[in-house]
């Protein structure tokens, strides 16, 4: 069976696998679309430095079931449309012991310290797989970074009378955006592209902001009659827009973080005391966050074609990926297409 894998810098291979087999306890799965999301393309340049040597990238998935193998329960079938959950969970870490295993300490993601789904075939155990109904392949390999908006959304407690700020309007940010629209919330977008605040207000973001052109902490207090955002979520990853968020957001507010900024982010602390901030950390998601996006995906607003800036074969993938590192602000999701 044909595979990807990113044998160095800004390298990208076809190499021919063995097809695995479903063992006791598990699934295997005919990939269909598989979607390149940020660790890939930074282990494709390079900076993710817990990505396995060698690895073969991808945990954003739209499957269907080829075989299930004995011990698995009935409601998994052949034929079934699915997603994964890529993560793994060691159980007696802290996090597992607390019951919050998507922040396992000991995580293993599929396409980082661990191999992932950019293969025609792949066998998981029954316990990751997560049937979608109502939805097709390319559009469940959409699922897994929307949850992780979503879980972000859920992580800031979000509710019907506050006013939230989503910094960043790619696919996880999209995915805030959505679930705190339909918690009752106003929202506020903020990117750098117009193309994306378009599609965010499309999903119900009230007000978009291009803080390229805009004075970012200006419009929020205009939005919000001075008081500041309830809510920020910082899905960017950069050290301006974690320091951004600090300024935004309002006396007593939260401030949720889901990016990886690459450098150190210097803080004014006192923010931190005199509003009596919550800042907290959102990782990754769970299966509640996964059912919510296929509930949502079942009766989309806007049609998903416009989340997907381009789909590729395994043979011109790298073609994909050099497009996306080369104009990142432009890309929503990059597919690959094994079908």
């Known amino acids: 069976m044909k595979a990807i894998q990113i044998p160095g810098l800004q390298q990208m291979a076809v190499v021919e696998l063995p097809k695995p087999e479903a063992k006791a ?52 079938q052949p034929g079934m449309v699915v997603t994964v959950n890529p993560y793994t969970n060691c159980g007696h870490c802290a996090s597992c012991r607390n019951g919050r295993v998507n922040a396992c ?29 109502g939805v097709n392949t390319r559009d469940a390999a959409l699922i897994e970074p929307m949850s992780v908006g979503f879980h972000a959304v859920d992580r800031g407690q979000v509710t019907d009378i506050d006013t939230v700020v989503v910094f960043g309007c790619g ?7 959505v679930r705190a629209v339909q918690r009752g919330a106003t929202v506020i977008a903020v990117d750098l592209s117009a193309e994306k605040l378009q599609i965010a207000k499309d999903l119900g973001a009230k007000y978009g902001i291009n803080s390229k052109e805009e004075n970012l902490l200006e419009k929020v207090m205009e939005y919000t009659d001075g008081y500041g955002a309830d809510c920020v979520i ?27 900024a690459k450098s150190g982010v210097e803080f004014q602390t006192k923010y931190f005391v005199q509003k009596e901030l919550d800042i907290r950390g959102s990782r990754n998601a769970n299966p509640s966050d996964f059912r919510a996006v296929q509930k949502y995906l079942e009766n989309a607003s806007i049609p998903m074609d416009r989340f997907v800036s381009g789909v590729y074969t395994p043979e011109t993938a790298k073609d994909g990926m050099e497009a996306w590192a080369a104009a990142p602000a432009q890309v929503f999701r990059i597919l690959v297409d094994f079908r």
Request: aromatic share 6%.
């Open 25 to 76: 306890g598990e699934v295997l799965l005919k990939m269909e679309y598989v979607g390149f999301c940020g660790s890939d393309l930074n282990t494709f340049l390079g900076r993710n430095t817990m990505a396995k040597e060698n690895v073969i990238p991808g945990h954003e998935i739209g499957a269907v079931i080829e075989a299930v193998g004995e011990g698995c329960p009935d409601t998994l």
């Open 105 to 133: 300490q000991h995580n293993e993601t599929l396409g980082v310290q661990r191999d992932g789904a950019m293969r025609e075939y792949m066998a998981l155990p029954w316990q990751k797989i997560i049937p979608v109904k």
């Open 171 to 177: 696919m996880v940010g999209l995915g805030a955006v």
């Open 234 to 260: 910082e899905a960017v990853g950069s050290p301006i827009t974690y320091t951004a968020a600090i300024d935004i957001v309002s006396f007593t507010g939260r401030v949720v973080c889901i990016g990886y």
